[in-house]
């Protein structure tokens, strides 16, 4: 590939990896760099995993070390983003994900609602004790079937995630978004190792852009956790806005 080509998707990688650190969406920028630079479908998919899968841990790492996310949440996010994810990326290498394109705009549409939505007052960490011991598994639920759509599809996953743990989950914005990154980086981790016995991930390409992507989701996690809740809500809907917008376009040119 050509130096300039590479730099100019190293540029992108960075962009996702900043955007995707605060509410998800990186592949927006990603995914059809790839594609435009001359990548099959599946190459550019299985490369965007691979690269995207080096900035989710950085963004892990930068929350984890803040304490914004729920620590003794990570056992069941992970578990349920890395076997949804499972699925889903097996699932991609036997058919094309246009069929869902419809429905993902409605989920945004939803997600956008959610975020917006007025808040009812916060549960306390006494208050979230008490709650039914059922809450794990309707944890690693959601996160199995988010991660089965990230791995088959991906657009606006870290979204729907951030909108999802803030409306079932009680979570404020900033640590919706944290613990998002964990069941985003299990779900990366999942399809990277799907793809790559599947050979379907170019590695000249998706290190250089995994060290960019892992540079800014570094910068945007960090400033994630500065601009706090009121941030990383309108960075929410901005990305959604924007997925939303593309899609339709797409359904418009054919």
Known sequence: MDAG??????????????????????????VPALVASGLGEHFALGTNKGQAVFGATSSV????????????????TFAGGFLGSLLGARLLLWMRPEPLKPLVVVMLIVAVAL?????????????????PRARPLALLGFTLVLGAYDGFFGPGTGSILIAGFMTFFGDRATRASGNAKVANFASNVAATLTMAFSHKILWGIAL???????????????????????????????VVAALMVKIIWGFLRK
């Open 5 to 30: 080509v590479l730099a100019l998707l190293c540029l992108t990688g960075f962009g996702a990896g900043f955007v995707d650190a605060i509410a998800g969406g990186g592949g927006l920028l990603t």
């Open 61 to 76: 790492a930068s929350f984890y070390r803040k304490k914004e996310l729920n620590r003794e949440r990570i056992p069941f």
């Open 115 to 131: 975020v917006l939505a007025p808040k009812p007052r916060r549960k306390t960490d006494e208050e979230l004790a008490l709650l």
């Open 208 to 238: 250089p852009m995994a060290a960019a992507n892992a540079l800014g989701a570094f910068v945007g996690a960090r400033v994630a956790i500065r601009g706090g809740d009121r941030f990383v809500r309108m960075v929410v809907v901005l």
